[in-house]
């Protein structure tokens, strides 16, 4: 128990660094580039969060099974998104 929890403290500090960084960066030339990708965050996370309390433990391979599913859906659309067109930038 104590490995997991430290596992999911390394994956929250490593997103919250990862965040920082991306905004912190000044290159990105959209200037609402920080607070897309904030509100592109928030859906997963309101049903992330709503999932992980309503969920027991027992339920958590099909849980994470979902995740893994959205992730590849993810990946599809933006697979899909610059196979149509391959110029477009953020």
Same mark, same amino acid.
Request: glycine residues 16%.
């Given at each position: /128990?104590?490995?997991?929890?430290?596992?999911?403290?390394?994956?929250?500090?490593?997103?919250?660094?990862?965040?920082?960084?991306?905004?912190?960066?000044?290159?990105?030339?959209?200037?609402?580039?920080?607070?897309? /990708?904030?509100?592109?965050?928030?859906?997963?996370?309101?049903?992330?969060? /709503?999932?992980?309390?309503? /969920?027991?433990?027992?339920?958590?391979?099909?849980?994470?099974?979902?995740?893994?599913?959205?992730?590849?859906?993810?990946?599809?659309?933006?697979?899909?998104?610059?196979?149509?067109?391959?110029?477009?930038?953020?």
């Amino acid at each position: /128990v104590s490995t997991s929890k430290m596992g999911m403290l390394y994956g929250i500090g490593g997103m919250i660094a990862l965040i920082a960084a991306y905004w912190a960066d000044t290159t990105y030339t959209y200037a609402d580039g920080p607070w897309l /990708v904030a509100a592109s965050m928030a859906p997963g996370a309101i049903l992330g969060l /709503v999932s992980a309390y309503a /969920v027991g433990m027992t339920g958590l391979p099909e849980m994470v099974g979902a995740y893994n599913g959205f992730g590849g859906l993810a990946a599809a659309l933006t697979g899909i998104g610059t196979y149509l067109d391959p110029q477009a930038t953020l």
